[in-house]
């Protein structure tokens, strides 16, 4: 990818657990097996996110040693033995998915007509982040198993604005991908 300032919108789609699919191959939704096509129907869309922000996080262990000759200790290496991704973002379109999502529902989706409010358990989708730069680029897409929530109070006035919190579950299926290429 070039280096470049850039303006980035991220587009959000989500793949429930559970959720059948028919690419690469027909599976279902989990930590082992995701959709990969971007046509695959088993992808809900959420919109464009605003204010998306990523947080890592690392617990790290010192690794202290005596140093040869000196008489003292020193720092030898640090390793990290915790690692954690977490996004959050504002979603403002107000569709099926983040109806499921503020009402606790659990996955609904354009066909769903009744839903129960706070029946749905634990929100583990796949979800796929493609982002894109001004130019209509499309410079980034990562494909995350994710806890997701939304967090907090929405008002259903005006324009909707609700605070989304995806936390990236451990999955070898997990992948980003840089699409830009230098210029």
Same mark, same amino acid.
């Given at each position: 990818?070039?280096?470049?300032?850039?303006?980035?919108?991220?587009?959000?789609?989500?793949?429930?657990?559970?959720?059948?699919?028919?690419?690469?191959?027909?599976g279902t939704s989990g930590v082992a097996?995701?959709?990969?096509?971007?046509?695959e129907t088993a992808w809900g869309y959420?919109?464009?996110?605003?204010?998306?922000?990523?947080?890592?996080?690392?617990?790290?262990?010192?690794?202290?040693?005596?140093?040869?000759?000196?008489?003292?200790?020193?720092?030898?290496?640090?390793?990290?033995s915790k690692k954690d991704l977490a996004?959050?973002?504002?979603?403002?379109?107000?569709?099926?998915?983040?109806?499921?999502?503020?009402?606790?529902?659990?996955?609904?989706?354009?066909?769903?007509?009744?839903?129960?409010?706070?029946?749905?358990?634990? %929100?583990?989708?796949?979800?796929?982040?493609?982002?894109? =730069?001004? !130019?209509? $680029? &499309? @410079? /980034? %897409?990562?494909?995350?198993?994710?806890?997701?929530?939304? =967090?907090? !109070?929405? $008002? &259903? @006035? /005006? %324009?909707?604005?609700?605070?989304?919190?995806?936390?990236?579950?451990?999955?070898? $299926?997990?992948?980003?991908?840089?699409?830009?290429?230098?210029?």
């Open positions: 990818m070039d280096q470049k300032l850039r303006s980035l919108v991220t587009h959000c789609y989500l793949c429930p657990e559970g959720a059948a699919f028919t690419s690469p191959e027909a097996a995701r959709p990969d096509d971007a046509e959420m919109g464009p996110l605003e204010d998306f922000s990523v947080t890592p996080k690392r617990t790290t262990e010192e690794i202290w040693a005596a140093a040869e000759g000196t008489g003292t200790v020193m720092l030898y290496d640090v390793l990290d996004f959050s973002a504002t979603a403002t379109q107000l569709g099926p998915e983040l109806f499921g999502l503020m009402f606790n529902a659990g996955w609904i989706n354009k066909s769903t007509e009744t839903f129960q409010p706070n029946a749905g358990g634990t %929100t583990r989708a796949w979800i796929r982040f493609e982002q894109y =730069d001004q !130019e209509d $680029k &499309l @410079v /980034n %897409t990562c494909y995350l198993w994710c806890h997701v929530l939304v =967090d907090g !109070e929405t $008002k &259903l @006035v /005006n %324009t909707v604005k609700a605070k989304v919190n995806f936390r990236k579950l451990y999955s070898a $299926k997990s992948e980003g991908k840089l699409t830009v290429a230098a210029a």
